[in-house]
């Protein structure tokens, strides 16, 4: 996975390495590169999303079962989670809500916006342009491309879309580095290898073709139809109970 930026201006990985310490808004923190399970860098939005509503709330510290609760993860995972970063709580009182949600927002360059763009706009990808991640002040779609003359041209969700003949020379033009992929499956490896040329790192994939990137491109793989066929065979098989068992790793201290 590639490195999340720490608020220092160091990056976080997946993988352990040592760390040296310092002190931070009056919580101690770790310095030098921290390396994290990709597993907890995924929950990291969903821990930012969270808080962020809690600080709109007026919510001045929350706990890790208050958490647990709320994102439905464990309290013992989500105090795991946040050790990776340091002693990001107090025993006894918790989390900050103020200092949590910029610590993560920064963490998670909430600060800064990502220019993404949308490839193939059916039915999927116009109901995404007209989302836009409205929720989401870090992305926004910028630019759309498809090979329909009658899209071509046209503004979806005030998304301009543009013909696949432009794709190189506009997705360099504006520095877009995530693109979203709603093509039909036999033209998804086409479409990947012409990202190869530009400054592409990561293709957010909503086919069901399995891709092949050079080693500087990430992907994210989201098949709708086999998430649904996952979920209607956990329904027949497993219980609620066996699902959710809490993860058995070494604990840490509960703040």
Known sequence: MAALPFRNGRTIGTSSTKNLSFQ???????????KIP???????????RYLRNLYTLGKQRVSSAELS???????????????????L???GYGYNVKYLLSFFGKTLNQDEIT??????????GTALLNYNFSKNNSARIVMAFDNDPGKVGSHVGNVPVYSMDELRERLCAEDVTVVILT???SSAQAVTDEL????????????PARLNVPPDIRVHHIDLAVELQALIYFLKHYS???????????PVAKP
């Open 24 to 34: 931070l808004g009056g919580f101690h923190m770790k310095d030098e590169s921290v």
């Open 38 to 48: 990709q597993a907890t860098a995924k929950r990291l939005p969903l821990y930012y």
């Open 69 to 87: 609760e709320a994102v439905k993860v464990d309290s013992a995972t989500i105090r795991r989670d946040f050790s990776y970063f340091g002693a």
């Open 89 to 91: 709580g107090k025993k």
């Open 115 to 124: 220019n993404v763009a949308l490839i193939g706009v059916g039915n999927l």
């Open 183 to 185: 093509v039909p499956a």
């Open 196 to 207: 190869a040329s530009t400054n592409v790192k990561g293709v957010l994939n909503f086919t």
């Open 240 to 250: 609620n109970d066996e699902e959710n068992l809490k993860e058995t790793k070494e």
